[in-house]
């Protein structure tokens, strides 16, 4: 019935559907249409009604659907299996434990809201309600401890290539895992790692993607924004997730059989540090000096006014 309802609303296109319609399509009374169309508001959908005109949906809610989703993934797809929860402390957290319990690699937590979504150096993730694509990604490379962090430029490379092909819009990668647009992040990226001094057991890939905001809180305004920011219209969560497992697919087949060395001219393709004044603050040391760009294991090379190379292996870039 919902399905039928809903179906009839679009053939509307944006216009007005006469309630005689609805109920002749549907077999029932004109007080039964009444009350579906209130339960599809329930349901998040803007439906508006207007005498001797009928019903118009205005809107419909932006559910992220695994259903839709795994129909749109290619066959085979290094996505195994999508757990979607509602509302979850941390997609992050929950990925850790089923990695932990032997989930297989290409298990993705999904959630609609986060309630303690962590950032990178223990800050917090604002993670509201289905405004945005929080997820984790179980995976298994075979490889050393220490390429380990190239997931995550891998995952920049996804995010931009994902975002340009549903949306059209070209946002940067702030090395190593902030997608930008004019300055304001959109995105970021968490890689862990469950390991042994020599052995990789599980590499938790996390991703934080503004997609529809509308405004941020105070302590963000000034520093995030999301793709319905920049797009100037809302944004299916679902297209745009779709395009970046499409990505991420053939870039993680890529590198587990050529290596990061295949991936660094694409990352450097979207990056804004390279050939720029930056500044980076290490656990060490603060240094200023221009960000020549990566080497093959991803490490950030700054070459100081001293004309000394510095390799960045972690730190906080300001641009
Ligand atoms: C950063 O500090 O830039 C990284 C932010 C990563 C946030 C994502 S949202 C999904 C996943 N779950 C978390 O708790 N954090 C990551």
Redesign the pocket.
Same mark, same amino acid.
């Given at each position: 019935m919902k399905s039928t309802l809903l179906s009839l609303l679009r053939t509307g296109e944006g216009e007005f559907v006469s309630g005689e319609k609805i109920s002749d399509q549907l077999g029932c009374s004109r007080t039964a249409v009444w009350k579906h169309i209130d339960a599809l508001r329930k349901e998040g959908y803007t439906v508006e009604a207007a005498p001797k005109k009928g019903y118009r949906l205005a809107g419909e809610p932006d559910t992220l659907s695994v259903h839709q989703l795994k129909s749109r993934l290619p066959e085979p797809s290094f996505v195994k299996d999508i757990l979607h929860y509602p509302s979850i402390?941390?997609?992050?957290?929950t !990925?850790h434990l089923l990695a932990s319990e032997q989930a297989e690699e290409g298990t993705i937590?999904l !959630?609609d809201e986060?309630t303690? &979504?962590? &950032?990178? =150096?223990g800050?917090q993730?604002h993670?509201p309600p289905e405004t945005?694509?929080?997820?984790?990604l179980i995976l298994r490379p075979d490889i050393e401890v220490r390429s380990a962090p190239q997931l995550t430029l891998l995952t920049a490379v996804a995010v931009v290539r994902g975002i340009k092909e549903s949306l059209g819009l070209d946002p940067e990668i702030k090395w190593p895992?902030?997608i930008l647009f004019n300055g304001r992040?959109a !995105?970021?990226?968490?890689t862990e790692m469950q390991a042994e001094p020599d052995r990789v057991h599980a590499i938790i890939v &996390?991703? &934080? =993607?503004n997609v529809n905001q509308d405004y941020f809180p105070d302590e963000l305004a000034d520093i995030a924004t999301s793709l319905r920011l920049e797009k100037g219209e809302k944004v299916s969560r679902t297209d745009v997730l779709e395009a970046i497992l499409k990505e991420w697919d053939w870039l993680y087949r890529m590198f587990l059989k050529e290596g990061f060395s295949s991936v660094k001219p694409l990352w450097e393709a979207h990056a804004l540090t390279m050939g720029k004044e930056i500044t980076a603050r290490t656990p060490r040391e603060t240094l200023k000096g221009v960000a020549v760009g990566i080497d093959d294991a991803g490490v950030l090379l700054l070459r100081t006014k001293d004309g000394k190379l510095h390799h960045i292996y972690s730190a906080d870039i300001e641009v």
């Amino acid at each position: 019935m919902k399905s039928t309802l809903l179906s009839l609303l679009r053939t509307g296109e944006g216009e007005f559907v006469s309630g005689e319609k609805i109920s002749d399509q549907l077999g029932c009374s004109r007080t039964a249409v009444w009350k579906h169309i209130d339960a599809l508001r329930k349901e998040g959908y803007t439906v508006e009604a207007a005498p001797k005109k009928g019903y118009r949906l205005a809107g419909e809610p932006d559910t992220l659907s695994v259903h839709q989703l795994k129909s749109r993934l290619p066959e085979p797809s290094f996505v195994k299996d999508i757990l979607h929860y509602p509302s979850i402390h941390s997609t992050q957290e929950t !990925a850790h434990l089923l990695a932990s319990e032997q989930a297989e690699e290409g298990t993705i937590v999904l !959630a609609d809201e986060q309630t303690k &979504g962590k &950032g990178r =150096l223990g800050r917090q993730w604002h993670s509201p309600p289905e405004t945005g694509i929080w997820m984790s990604l179980i995976l298994r490379p075979d490889i050393e401890v220490r390429s380990a962090p190239q997931l995550t430029l891998l995952t920049a490379v996804a995010v931009v290539r994902g975002i340009k092909e549903s949306l059209g819009l070209d946002p940067e990668i702030k090395w190593p895992n902030d997608i930008l647009f004019n300055g304001r992040k959109a !995105a970021g990226i968490l890689t862990e790692m469950q390991a042994e001094p020599d052995r990789v057991h599980a590499i938790i890939v &996390g991703l &934080g =993607l503004n997609v529809n905001q509308d405004y941020f809180p105070d302590e963000l305004a000034d520093i995030a924004t999301s793709l319905r920011l920049e797009k100037g219209e809302k944004v299916s969560r679902t297209d745009v997730l779709e395009a970046i497992l499409k990505e991420w697919d053939w870039l993680y087949r890529m590198f587990l059989k050529e290596g990061f060395s295949s991936v660094k001219p694409l990352w450097e393709a979207h990056a804004l540090t390279m050939g720029k004044e930056i500044t980076a603050r290490t656990p060490r040391e603060t240094l200023k000096g221009v960000a020549v760009g990566i080497d093959d294991a991803g490490v950030l090379l700054l070459r100081t006014k001293d004309g000394k190379l510095h390799h960045i292996y972690s730190a906080d870039i300001e641009v």
